[in-house]
């Protein structure tokens, strides 16, 4: 039995969310039904991050146990063709130590959610970006977000569904920057409760178009009541960049 790490890069659009669902398809469902048309063998995929419908990922990180004897280039090209002409791709395979987990061996995410400040439509970011018509002033968000960096409960930007054991987590970054019309919002921690980057970003947009200040960002962090919450974001701008581990290639120095 190898155990296999895959570098995954797709368009959420088409799916309910990475993880397997029994109401529609899931990135899950579609990587591991192509191992087992490869491999013969039904396989479970185990991901380092769990996307909601309509969310992308650049790089999302996860592993497989396969029997059958296969090296890490075919199996990235048999998947890839399997795939096809789903908007799923296998950046790269590479095989791992049998005690190497994507999730519990992640000691980082990383997320980027992009906004188009115009009020054209969107003819080529369309489901890629959140387009807010009116003006946003990105200085101004960036300033606010630093109110959330640090460790502090986060129960206000937490989904009621969130099954994490405690709402208590540590963002070690959250950027704002404006690249023309383009604004992306950096977010890095060990890990995020669910719908948490949406929430905060739901709640930047506010202080961008100026109905919010810093100081109500706090009182909302502050209030830990999800009813504080301005808004989500929608999923369409929100991207897993990657999951970061202290060896980039965890076995290629061992085999």
Not at 161 to 187: N, W
């Amino acid at each position: 039995m190898t155990r296999f790490r895959l570098t995954i890069e797709y368009d959420g659009r088409p799916f309910m969310g990475w993880q397997r669902q029994a109401h529609g398809p899931s990135v899950q469902q579609a990587i591991e039904e192509a191992v087992e048309a490869i491999t013969g063998e039904p396989v479970t995929l185990h991901a380092a991050g769990r996307t909601d419908a309509g969310v992308h990922a650049l790089a999302m990180s996860a592993h497989v146990d396969i029997a059958k004897p296969i090296t890490p280039f075919r199996l990235a090209d048999g998947l890839n063709a399997k795939l096809r002409p789903q908007p799923v791709a296998i950046l790269r395979a590479e095989v791992v130590a049998d005690d190497w987990h994507t999730r519990f061996s992640c000691t980082g995410r990383r997320y980027l959610y992009r906004i188009q400040n115009r009020r054209a439509p969107l003819a080529l970011d369309a489901g890629k970006a959140w387009r807010v018509p009116v003006v946003l002033h990105a200085d101004a968000m960036h300033r606010a977000a630093q109110v959330l960096v640090g460790r502090h409960d986060f129960t206000t930007f937490r989904s009621a569904h969130c099954q994490a054991e405690s709402p208590v987590k540590t963002l070690d970054l959250l950027r704002v920057r404006r690249f023309g019309s383009l604004i992306e919002i950096e977010a890095e921690a060990r890990s995020f409760l669910h719908h948490q980057v949406r929430s905060m970003v739901g709640c930047l947009e506010l202080v961008g178009r100026g109905k919010w200040t810093d100081k109500d960002l706090k009182r909302a962090l502050q209030a830990r009541d999800r009813a504080a919450l301005g808004f989500n974001a929608p999923p369409d701008g929100l991207y897993f960049v990657e999951a970061v581990y202290e060896e980039p290639t965890p076995i290629a120095k061992r085999r």
